[in-house]
């Protein structure tokens, strides 16, 4: 199948899927359920659901199975976005082509209705109808993702290094591992552990997910410098409007590019242990980070 | 024992157990653990853990197994208090007799700070060495209690009425169900879960965490207008300076005080399943809930 078809696709089912896990309309404080509802609806390319499920068939299963690990990490990606927008983290008000939830809303019911995305999150993986230690597994391994040793992290760190003329390649690397890197990784990895993968096979999908996130934030600061607003939906050009440090201040464009594309010859000879037939969809996918517009 | 006691020696308990259940302390992005730590140890009577510690023992578990969701729920509540502390929300400075976290360190940390608690909450969950089943349970029960139909709603609530007059009932006794009721009853719930109780036995700790939960608020409202602001530690009229509609507005202050009363003599009737011996803590902690001054 083609790849782009591929891609819309999958989206089209966790478009679909995602909204069965919102809770029921409560009697009172609807504006929470229609701000949650608004940022899961809003856009996005779903490709860390996407990640999951295709991690969850590389090792053998179906990935109707890892629907819910998929919908939970998208809810827990939204809510980073919801917070990162907000006017005290980056200030930003068009994301996905469309007004942040804090600007659509107000910034009290964004902040709790990232808040309420991320506690979903768990509540949702909670209740999945699955293999109990598979389950427990699979919510140690977002937690992690996502906490204060991961992308709460480097978030955190993010804001720290904002003005900064002496952040360190070292320190770079720190914030893009943990603010992207640690949640990608995590999709791809859930998907493997849900899917019964063996600890082979999850290490070799963790190196892949660690190499395709790193790639996939250096393009993202490539992008914000020479994308087309249009495509990509949010503001152009902030981070050197904030003076944030990039991989872009370090290598050019073209060496970011160029390091960018290494790291998905990284993931891809990853994904020789599996079978040429099983790894083809996990290959197109790190192509597609490194060659994405948008 | 004296109930003074008990609760000086099971806060110190959680003073001291909370802090193994932090991470280590990151190379970068430090100001996030500094944040995480001062909200954690800042003070508090540590209610909530003291109360999933009993419940764990009323069923005839030992306190010390539920050490892990005790941790966790403190630090979902200590997160929901930086939250609702924030200039977006409540615009607080001061809490638990020292500057808030936003106040302390800046908003974007407090934001962080907070996501990171809520976060790792989760996480120290599912690390949690215990059965598998009775985990799942406990989580399942802690993240529908602070979640989008739990505590995060009553907040959304809570900020939806402020200023407004034609708050009812009705309405009031929704945000204090869902605001302060749910994490509390939750709190006491998970205790009875790790520790092994019956169906019936649960159902009786939910009635009497309603009960409690429910007097809790209410003498909170209580507090906000005849407290002593160095016995609470937190600036009070500040619901009628904000124009919150409370119990006190319904009822008065006696009438509230009436109210809260019978909700803890409902809670003290549940109780009646459980053997004289066993039950005698967890009603003095009902009593210490009307009673308190703090």
Redesign the interface.
């Known amino acids: 199948m083609e790849l782009k078809e591929y891609l819309k696709e999958r989206k089209a089912i966790i478009d679909r899927e995602i909204l069965k896990y919102l809770?029921?309309v409560?009697?009172?404080?609807k504006?929470?359920?229609e701000a949650?509802k608004y940022s899961l609806t809003v856009g996005g390319k779903r490709l860390r659901p996407i990640l999951c499920m295709a991690g969850c068939e590389v090792v053998g299963g179906n990935y109707e199975e890892a629907l819910t690990p998929a919908c939970a990490i998208e809810m827990i990606h939204t809510?980073s976005l919801i917070?990162d927008d907000?006017p005290?983290?980056d200030n930003d008000t068009l994301r996905r082509g469309h007004p942040t939830t804090w600007y659509k809303f107000?910034?009290?019911?964004a902040?709790?209705a990232?808040?309420?995305?991320?506690?979903?999150a768990?509540?949702v993986?909670?209740?999945w109808n699955f293999d109990?230690?598979r389950?427990?597994k699979v919510?140690?391994e977002i937690?992690?993702a996502?906490?204060?040793?991961g992308m709460?992290?480097?978030?955190?760190?993010d804001?720290?290094a904002e003005g900064r003329k002496d952040v360190t390649l070292e320190?770079l690397l720190?914030?893009h591992r943990?603010k992207t890197g640690r949640l990608i990784t995590a999709s791809v990895v859930s998907g493997g552990i849900t899917g019964g993968g063996s600890e082979e096979e999850i290490g070799t999908l963790k190196k892949y997910g660690d190499s395709i996130g790193l790639a996939f934030q250096i393009i993202d600061d490539v992008l914000d410098v020479i994308g087309d607003q249009n495509k990509i939906g949010k503001n152009v050009g902030s981070d050197l409007e904030k003076g944030k440090v990039t991989f872009v201040t370090f290598f050019g464009v073209d060496g970011a590019k160029r390091k960018a594309r290494e790291e998905i010859e990284k993931a891809i000879s990853a994904l020789e242990l599996f079978p040429a037939k099983k790894n083809e969809l996990l290959k197109k996918l790190a192509h597609f980070i490194v060659e994405r517009e948008y």
């Open positions: 809770p029921s409560p009697p009172f404080g504006r929470l359920y949650v809510y917070h907000l005290a983290m107000d910034e009290a019911t902040i709790l990232g808040d309420a995305l991320l506690n979903r768990f509540e993986l909670s209740q109990c230690d389950k427990i919510i140690e937690s992690k996502s906490g204060m040793l709460v992290l480097g978030q955190q760190c804001m720290d320190e720190f914030i943990h």
